[in-house]
């Protein structure tokens, strides 16, 4: 038995924690009235494997691999090794100028893993950035310059997809379609063009997931055919719009979207931020339809979700449409930490455990697991929909168990399945009324259990009153 007087000591460390948490911290994606009230903070003192623990030593499964970016566990020693060992040695210099081995050795492991499509000149180049919205700023930035150093000044348009995302910042908002995210931003936005999503829960009655990507398809023809000669590129999140639900579509729509992209002379840059690195299956969702994108960005889980790192992979023939006398030619776009050190051996870490460990057959063992306890939910009076791509779950919930009655968004059902879940020990973050399973690579079978457990609980008290 424990000692009582250590467990209240433990217990008023972390309320002191919450105490000085909100008297200095903003939190991030939050109205920060709900804390501590109806959306009480949870301070983390450790991570261990799958699972994180509080400074009041509860334990919760980190059910959304913390944002999405951690593959191999917390506190993954080799990855903790590889940082301590480069930061005895070198921990950032200018990369302006100069260069370093962890850098360098990333970029050529990570050329090599690329996807590659037969006939197509493969990707050759890497440029880094410190987090996901860099990186796509970088890749939008990259292809409009492109066409301004060919002379084409007209092409100054994106298309995006209805639903995705992309980041936060100026750039990355701009072509971005979750109101929640973009409205009140509206204004300092440049115009992109949005072409119908893909997503296979807009199937109408009796279409299968490719006739609704290739219905979708035929939406981006025509924007691209309306505004021929003003696209610079089409920007997509390839099998799963994540932040918007984790609405999944058919590989089908990427090969057309390709197609559709060569015959206009378009760049397609595949955001595989959240669903690169293993999580769809495959090491990057774009192989699956055998696509290889003329930019690829890639972060979160390139580090093993250790430390902000991203990088844009592209080809030579961009790279080559940069090189000039003139620097207003050059691409100036730059950040302090560009090629981190810390952060490129912590990648460098990540991948070596990608090709020591079997991980994506591991993940593909996973995902059946994972299939076999999401499928009883499809009963459930109040799931309209059980998805996967990959080691990726998601349960729609309606009012009626159907697609045409959404709860009232007033009845919070997605915060209160999120305060059910903390309360059973499981970490979930519902996107609005959606739950989804993104847990880390190294997540067993009894975890899994426990995670269906909690979260049947968790709709069950959510819904019963909404």
């Given at each position: 038995m424990q000692d009582k007087t250590h467990d209240a000591m433990i217990i008023t460390d972390a309320d002191a924690w919450r105490s000085r948490d909100l008297a200095v911290l903003w939190h991030p994606c939050t109205q920060m009235r709900e804390h501590p009230d109806t959306l009480p903070l949870l301070p983390i003192e450790r991570g261990e494997g799958a699972w994180l623990v509080g400074y009041d030593g509860r334990r919760y499964l980190d059910a959304i691999s913390s944002w999405w970016t951690n593959l191999f566990g917390h506190a993954e020693p080799r990855i903790a090794?590889?940082?301590?060992?480069?930061?005895?040695?070198?921990?950032?210099?200018?990369?302006?100028g100069c260069s370093h081995a962890p850098a360098v050795e990333l970029a050529e492991r990570l050329l090599a893993i690329a996807p590659r499509e037969a006939g197509r000149e493969p990707l050759a180049k890497v440029f880094y950035a410190d987090n996901g919205s860099a990186g796509v700023e970088v890749a939008l930035k990259m292809a409009f310059h492109w066409f301004r150093n060919r002379g084409e000044m007209q092409r100054t348009k994106?298309?995006?997809?209805?639903?995705?995302?992309?980041?936060?910042?100026?750039?990355?908002?701009?072509?971005?379609?979750?109101?929640?995210?973009?409205?009140?931003?509206?204004?300092?936005?440049?115009?992109?063009?949005f072409a119908p999503s893909p997503d296979s829960y807009l199937c109408e009655p009796g279409e299968s997931p490719a006739q609704r990507a290739s219905r979708a398809a035929a939406g981006l023809r025509e924007l691209l055919e309306r505004h021929a000669g003003e696209i610079c590129a089409l920007i997509l999140e390839p099998l799963v719009q994540c932040a918007?639900?984790?609405r999944m579509h058919d590989p089908s729509y990427l090969r057309l979207a390709r197609e559709l992209c060569d015959a206009h002379g378009v760049f397609l840059i595949a955001d595989e931020i959240a669903v690169g690195f293993g999580r769809t299956g495959t090491l990057f969702a774009s192989e699956q339809a055998g696509v290889q994108p003329d930019l690829l960005c890639l972060s979160k889980g390139l580090t093993g979700g250790s430390l902000p790192l991203a990088a844009v992979l592209t080809t030579q023939r961009i790279y080559d449409g940069f090189l000039d006398d003139s620097r207003d030619r050059a691409f100036l776009h730059s950040h302090s930490y560009t090629g981190n050190p810390l952060a490129c051996a912590a990648a460098l870490a990540a991948q070596g455990i990608f090709e020591s460990d079997g991980v994506i057959?591991?993940?593909?063992?996973?995902?059946?697991v994972m299939r076999e306890l999401a499928q009883p939910f499809a009963?459930?009076?109040?799931?309209?929909?059980?998805?996967?791509?990959?080691?990726?779950?998601?349960f729609e919930l309606t009012k009626n168990g159907d697609k045409r009655t959404p709860f009232d968004p007033a009845a919070r059902v997605g915060l209160h399945a999120?305060?059910?879940?903390?309360a059973n020990g499981?970490?979930?973050?519902?996107?609005?009324?959606?739950?989804?399973?993104?847990?880390?690579?190294?997540?067993?079978?009894?975890?899994?259990?426990?995670?269906?457990?909690?979260t049947r609980i968790a709709i069950d008290e959510a819904t019963a009153c909404a």
């Open positions: 090794a590889a940082i301590a060992r480069q930061a005895s040695t070198l921990e950032h210099v200018i990369l302006a994106f298309i995006a997809l209805e639903n995705g995302y992309h980041g936060e910042t100026i750039g990355a908002l701009a072509v971005g379609d979750i109101p929640l995210y973009r409205r009140v931003y509206a204004p300092l936005l440049a115009e992109a063009l918007g639900g984790m057959e591991r993940n593909r063992n996973t995902a059946a009963e459930h009076a109040h799931v309209a929909d059980v998805r996967q791509t990959g080691m990726i779950v998601a999120y305060r059910s879940a903390v499981v970490l979930l973050r519902p996107l609005g009324d959606i739950l989804y399973w993104m847990p880390p690579y190294c997540v067993d079978h009894a975890a899994l259990r426990q995670l269906a457990q909690v």
